[in-house]
């Protein structure tokens, strides 16, 4: 399985746009890139799946090199609520029964 | 639509004390189910999966284990909990191009 490493944390202030990026320099032809938001006492949440260049939906977006040795989640104009732990991962699309591993995550801390 | 239920929400329980967390799925057949569990400020490990009724593989040696008596109903149990069982323990089952789906998830307290 692809190891992915992110940053810890991230600071932010409402209203702006937040990217987290991930590398995973060992990604396989067939992995897929997952990002998924946890809220304290709360499971991990479905945010966006990508395969190669640009994925958009009403939340995030996803931003993937042709190398797909990185990938870049964009949050557009955080709200306090944004506040969560991100995590990103790398296996198939859901599924397989690929057992993925959830690292530590990005804390990412929103404020006024 | 497809739901995930997990139960119950908070559990202490002392050391010694046998457990039983169930999980169930509606609205799919055949779902692939995994457990994880959550020590505090961690990532989430891997503790069991199934592919199938009675098919579990285990990723973490432990006094844990899981079974899975129906196709859509999964059991994370244990004979004698230790302190070290404490934790956040998530049922999850994945489908294509939606990634993983939790449950609430359990805070299991084990004093």
């Not at chain 1, 992915?4 to 396989?28: F, L």
């Amino acid at each position: 399985l692809a190891k992915t490493t992110q940053p810890i944390s991230m600071d932010s202030y409402e209203g702006q746009e937040v990217n987290i990026t991930c590398s995973h320099n060992n990604i396989a032809t067939n992995d897929y890139i997952t990002w998924y938001q946890q809220f304290p006492s709360q499971g991990p949440r479905f945010i966006i799946q990508g395969y190669k260049t640009k994925v958009t939906n009403e939340v995030a977006s996803l931003f993937i090199p042709a190398d797909r040795k990185s990938s870049t989640l964009s949050l557009p104009r955080v709200s306090l609520s944004d506040t969560a732990v991100y995590y990103c991962l790398v296996g198939d699309n859901g599924g397989g029964g690929n057992k993925l591993t959830f690292g530590t995550g990005t804390q990412l801390k929103v404020e006024l | 639509s497809q739901t995930i239920h997990q139960w119950p929400a908070t559990l202490v329980q002392p050391v010694g004390s046998p457990l039983s967390l169930e999980c169930t799925v509606e609205g799919t057949s055949n779902p692939n189910l995994y457990w994880y569990r959550q020590a505090a400020g961690r990532g989430l490990q891997l503790l069991f999966y199934s592919v199938g009724i009675g098919q579990i593989s285990s990723e973490v040696p432990q006094n844990l284990s899981a079974s899975r008596p129906q196709d859509r109903q999964f059991i994370l149990s244990s004979k004698k909990l230790l302190l070290s069982d404490s934790g956040f323990y998530l049922c999850a089952w994945d489908r294509e191009n939606y990634g993983y789906t939790f449950g609430s998830g359990t805070r299991l307290t084990v004093v």
